[in-house]
């Protein structure tokens, strides 16, 4: 792939993973992830013919220009996006396979002072939060993402959710779980709920309960369905209007300014332990 043609792909990467992208000069101008990365695709080839102080002059540049801290010797693949970029930190044996994204803070560092492989390896479609740090020459398979501000020491498998200090799995990639979100989803949807926030791979306590209320809803909608069409097909007549949808709109001012009392009553309760 030729020169103009890698940067129109980073461009298009851009586009599709950042929807305040409006322009191409705008993105050449204002990305310091793109100018980075670019930066890095010079010190690289310079690295790899066997230069040392050149290549290295231009990553501490790229550092002061960007905020973004890449080693020369690092492996990156294609369309590679950091978004927003100050303090990410890429070591000099780090390899990062196509498609990978890394927000601001994020450090793929090593746990030891010996030569040899000693930072991470992203395969493809990586996505790794805010503050997150990979360290050791540990492997994030493909589809993996990390939860921002987590510490990862260890392995994460393919399509795989981590979080926490250390990091921990949250979700894996079995059917049943992939049911339960497009369940969970669409009940949050006939019911008002932003389905974002009861994704299952959410470590909010909060989403997690109103993951639980709405599977507990839609056994009881199943159940309430099933003696609904055992009546009919007895002669009788149960179940025919159409249950009104909800909408916070519908609610009045009055009611809302009550529900943020309530809720600011419990946020500034301090129980005796």
């Known amino acids: 792939m030729g ?6 792909d980073d461009i298009n990467s851009i586009y599709h993973r950042d929807p305040a992208a409006h ?12 100018q980075a ?5 010079v010190s690289h080839k310079l690295w790899r013919r066997k230069w040392r102080l050149l290549p290295r002059c231009l990553s501490t540049f790229s550092r002061w220009l960007t905020g973004v801290e890449i080693h ?8 590679f996006f950091i978004d927003h970029g100050m303090g990410v930190v890429i070591g000099e044996t780090a390899e990062i ?3 990978c994204t890394l927000y601001h803070g994020v450090t793929l560092g090593g746990t030891t002072w010996q030569a040899g492989k000693r930072h991470p390896t992203l395969g493809n479609n990586v996505v790794i939060g805010a503050g997150a740090q990979v360290l050791g020459p540990i492997t994030m398979h493909d589809g993996a993402r990390v939860g921002s501000n987590s ?3 260890k392995d994460v498998p393919k399509d795989t959710t981590v979080v926490g200090i250390p990091g921990r799995i949250v ?3 079995d059917v049943s779980s992939k049911e339960q979100s497009k369940r969970r989803s669409e009940m949050a949807k006939k019911y008002g709920f932003d389905a974002y926030a009861v994704s299952p791979d959410n470590p909010d306590p909060v989403a997690n309960a109103i ?4 599977d507990h809803m839609h056994l009881m909608d199943s159940k309430v369905q099933e003696v609904c069409q055992a009546v009919q097909n007895m002669g009788g007549s149960v179940c025919t209007d159409k249950l009104p949808e909800l909408d916070v709109e519908d609610f009045s001012d009055a009611e809302l300014a009550a529900a943020k009392q309530r809720e600011k009553a419990i946020n500034e309760f301090d129980p005796i332990i």
């Open 3 to 8: 020169v103009i043609a890698r940067l129109k």
């Open 151 to 153: 510490v990862v020491v």
């Open 37 to 41: 990365i670019w930066i890095h695709r």
């Open 97 to 99: 396979g196509d498609d």
């Open 211 to 214: 993951g639980q209320m709405l």
């Open 23 to 34: 322009g191409t000069l705008e993105v050449l101008l204002n990305y310091p992830g793109m």
């Open 171 to 173: 979700s894996t990639p």
């Open 72 to 79: 020369p010797g690092a492996t990156i693949g294609h369309r």
